[in-house]
């Protein structure tokens, strides 16, 4: 190494530990803070064992991501800037995601029929249509200071461009119904740049199919080309058991809750919108999904195996969609139940913070997180949320008493053949485990790789994740367990 480049990383390193050292100091007086927050005490009822949370518990979850996104908002309300470890695409495309992902769970809760307008604690009332309808404008309006610009290849913005459809649809009375045709434009404008993009072969297939079936539903133009393209090409990924590998390249042939959190939750949002695409196949695969994955739900969280470990809480999505469909299949207690006991045990191990999902499978925990994961990305944990809120609450699922899950019934062994998973319940001690056939590799002798100082300090400086991929142990043990995972739990 020259002499130059020497003293290069010298004088960086020296920045960086004053910056080290400067953010010590906030986060620790930011957690003192926090522990004496009021708004904790919204989480109380999760904070304990409990055979059932009420509607009105989780009415105090709602308030909290509502706090969480009031605070760390911008002043247009299109972006929110949450704290925490920076994603791959940089700050601006994060604070696009602090909207996009908190923003469907305001709109489920008006689409439920719970209110459009919301009392916090405090007493201030919250416009929760004006919110998201002022959020979307000036979001999609290229005049606008907050505008989220131009789409382009491979960008996140086309995953968020989901979401953002989605709002619309669940909220079409409330805000599209509403709107000059200049402001319809600028949205439709805005989300049409998904079409003609190079996007991974994988569930992204699945954003631009639901940015244009929300279009056409809306009456506007879209791609009717591409609806079926990209749904075709989902279906190719149809591998049996209601279970899809995430495409085709040898990295994304491996399986994962992404089943659970992408495939099927946008498959049913999709149907909903669209239900003459192919509903057969998709309410047919998600009953075949749902016999084998409720074996794979815990009270005690889930053997967590593969990437985006951060979305755990929304493991029970899929099977409150379930339970609406078909009471065969799942029944509203056991869906309910899912849901109460994912919300309990997470909370306890302290994945909520500052009205935030916590970047790791317990507490905090960034090396297992992929680099394009940053401080809002976390909340498509919301996704069981939305789902549940989205039902109204004279719906069975609000209204039956919770029933036990496998794990709490007894012991179990089930085979899903079109994976290769053998899952093993343990009730005496709530362990659930993968056994994967295709895997040979011993977690007692695989580790995750630890963030390098130097790109530690490259990820303050520049705002860019550079963390490592930690792929073998990911997806290539022969076994994942709930009570020991391969991330190990620590508290925040």
Known sequence: MTKSKMWKRAVITIIVLLLTISSTYWVSSHFEKESQNPSNELLAPFQQPSSNNTFSDYKHLFEYFLNGFIAHKSVGYSRAYYNGDPMVQGPEMASLEGFTRTAPLFAAWIYGQHGTQYTLKNGHSIDLVNLLRTGILNGTNPEHAEYWGAIHDHQQSIVEAADVALVLWLTREYIWATLEEKQKNNITAWLRQVNGKKIPDSNWHLFVIQVNVVLASLGQPYDAEVIQNSYQRIKSFYVGDGWFKDGDAEDRSTYDFYNAWAFHYHLQWI??????????????????????????????????????????????????????????????????????????YFIQQGALSDGNITQGYCGKDTKILEPYSGPASCLWSLRSLIVAFSQPIDNAFWQSQPQLLPIEISDYKKTIPAIGWTVIGNKKNADITIQVAANSLDKTKLTLKEIGFYDRMMEIITQKSRRPKNYEVKYNLKEYSSSEPYCKCRKM
């Open 271 to 344: 149907n909903k919108i669209h239900p003459t695409l192919d509903e057969t196949f998709i309410r047919e695969s998600l009953q075949a999904f749902l016999s084998n994955y409720q074996y794979l739900i815990g009270t005690q969280g889930i053997p967590i195996m593969g990437r985006s470990a951060c979305y755990r809480l929304a493991a029970s999505a899929p099977l409150i969609f379930g339970q609406s469909i078909d009471q065969q299949s799942i029944s509203s207690g056991v869906a309910k139940r899912s849901l109460d006991a994912t919300w309990q």
